[in-house]
Antibody, heavy 121, light 113 residues
Framework: EVQLVESGGGPVKPGGSLRLSCAASGFAFGSYSMNWVRQAPGKGLEWVAS????????YHVDSVKGRFTISRDNAKNSLYLQMSSLRAEDTAVYYC??????????????WGRGTLVTVSS | DVVMTQSPDSLAVSLGERATINCRSS????????????LAWYQHKPGQPPKLLIYWASTRESGVPDRFSGSGSGTDFTLTISSLQAEDVAVYYC?????????FGQGTKVEIK
């Protein structure tokens, strides 16, 4: 079955760190760009970070630059988001989403069910 | 960053009637070299992941009912649900993928009148 499954969310104190994972199955993970998108409580969707299929190119929204890092391990069919210096405004459901094979300028055609990150003292 | 603005923020439509959602981008999403608009539409229901409906502004994703259609070019786009069904109650988002800072509209909540 073609799917993405996120894990690693949970409660964390402000200033803390967390590493999210996304396990891919059922497709050639290493051929696709991958992305993280979040939704804060009561808010809309916000793109967080993207990574090219060959890992050479990464992109992060300005609000997380220097704090979050997207990475991937194509041998393990896994995507990661290392989150540090967490703030209350980072509280959200974090979704893993698949991009394209041709380049990173692509829509997101497959999404995981998300993992909730709660930043609170 | 490219700002995506949807209208309205919410709308209530009777079952079987047409629902129209608009999306405007702060810059053109039409890439001249391939004549494609880098614009997608998603449906998001509570407790579920977002679902891709439309890409390249007007191409319906496989399995999406044909009552969903996308139109527009450049900076102005529209998602139309030709005959609203109960299962279409959701929040709908447009998204640009023209730049490497992908941005979504604020969302439009569709309800049954």
């Amino acid at each position: 079955e073609v799917q993405l499954v996120e894990s690693g969310g949970g409660p964390v104190k402000p200033g803390g760190s967390l590493r999210l994972s996304c396990a891919a199955s059922g497709f050639a993970f290493g051929s696709y760009s991958m992305n993280w998108v979040r939704q804060a409580p009561g808010k809309g969707l916000e793109w967080v970070a993207s990574i090219s299929s060959d890992t050479l190119h990464t992109y992060h929204v300005d609000s997380v630059k220097g704090r979050f890092t997207i990475s991937r391990d194509n041998a393990k069919n896994s995507l990661y988001l290392q989150m540090s210096s967490l703030r209350a405004e980072d509280t959200a459901v974090y979704y893993c989403a698949r991009g394209g094979t041709i380049d990173v300028y692509w829509y997101f055609d497959l999404w995981g069910r998300g993992t909730l990150v709660t930043v609170s003292s | 960053d490219v700002v995506m603005t949807q209208s309205p923020d919410s709308l209530a439509v009777s079952l079987g009637e047409r629902a129209t959602i608009n999306c405007r981008s702060s810059r053109s999403l039409l890439y001249s070299s391939n004549n494609k608009n880098y614009l997608a539409w998603y449906q998001h229901k509570p407790g579920q992941p977002p679902k891709l409906l439309i890409y390249w502004a007007s191409t319906r994703e496989s399995g999406v009912p044909d009552r969903f259609s996308g139109s527009g070019s450049g900076t102005d786009f529209t998602l139309t649900i030709s005959s609203l069904q109960a299962e279409d109650v959701a929040v709908y988002y447009c998204q640009q993928y023209y730049t490497t800072h992908w941005t979504f509209g604020q969302g439009t909540k569709v309800e049954i009148k």
